[in-house]
């Protein structure tokens, strides 16, 4: 029935995850929105928390056809993940979402016509603002070519070349369906094949660099991302909180999945131009305080990490059978 989600139990057409931490303002919208995409297609949707201080759990459990856990702890986003993948069940795909989205009208069907297709595993849509301008939410894989181009050039000359910018930067990309190495993990369709093929999600990240390294994963099983430009979620920004600590770890996790992947040459000289991108851009406070945390590798340690306070438990005392804790 159309505004209805499935519950704990049976076939959904995709499972829809969605990781909180201090969300509980905007999880409604979101849930709202899903509503609106439950008519002519089944939707499991998933909260799993982080520990949020707020009443983000309480939100959801209001909800009696949305299956709301607890992670027990602080996992981070690929914990979270993982925590709600447990939940997913039979579902033919999922959906990750992050909780201050809003999910246009005929977005999720756009994204799974794009995953139908032969060779597809992943599909991201198009993200805009709460203005509705467009972000430009595609990227490149890392390299250190694109990583000096971003450190000299940053946002300008938006038409450079792409072997000098990880961002997708040109609007004329952001208006057609092609392959992409990778985009923000702020949504994105992942087939069950794709899901089951790639595996966890890399927890050692916390936040930043795990949705790189989840993409790369895919690609290297052989499932293809595309964007899909017919599908639209508006975003507010900063869903993660922002801070000093967690702009350096955006910064040292860039490092850390790079280093994943390449030698000690290519990761030092990679290094050097994540240390140039906040050098160059050291009278603002904020990249000062980046730059002395990625020019520190000792320091990384003291870092923003997942933390676990108890195992997930599961409270089937919803009507529809939603997981709580």
Known sequence: MSGRFVGKDGHADVAVIVVTYRSATDLDRLIASLRGEASGQSLRVIVAD???????LAVARAHADVVALSTGGNLGYAGGINAAMTAAGDADAILVLNPDLVVEPGAIAALRQRIAQRGVGIAVPTVLDGSGALSTSLR????????????L?????????????????????YEYAHPVDWATGAAMLISRETADAVGDWD?????YSEETDYFRRARESGHTTWFEPEAIVRHAAGGSGSSVALEQLLAVNRVRYFAGYHGRVATFLFHVTAVLNHLVR??????RAVLRAVASPPTWAALPKASRARAVQSDTTNDLGGAAR
């Open 282 to 287: 050291s009278t603002d406070p904020t990249h």
């Open 50 to 56: 982080n520990e949020s201080p707020d009443d983000t």
């Open 203 to 207: 927890e050692r990240f916390f936040l």
């Open 153 to 173: 050039l940053g946002g300008r000359f938006r038409g450079r070349p792409a072997a000098l910018a990880e961002m997708v930067l040109s609007p004329d990309e």
């Open 140 to 151: 490149r894989e890392p390299s250190v070519l694109r990583g000096l181009g971003d450190a």
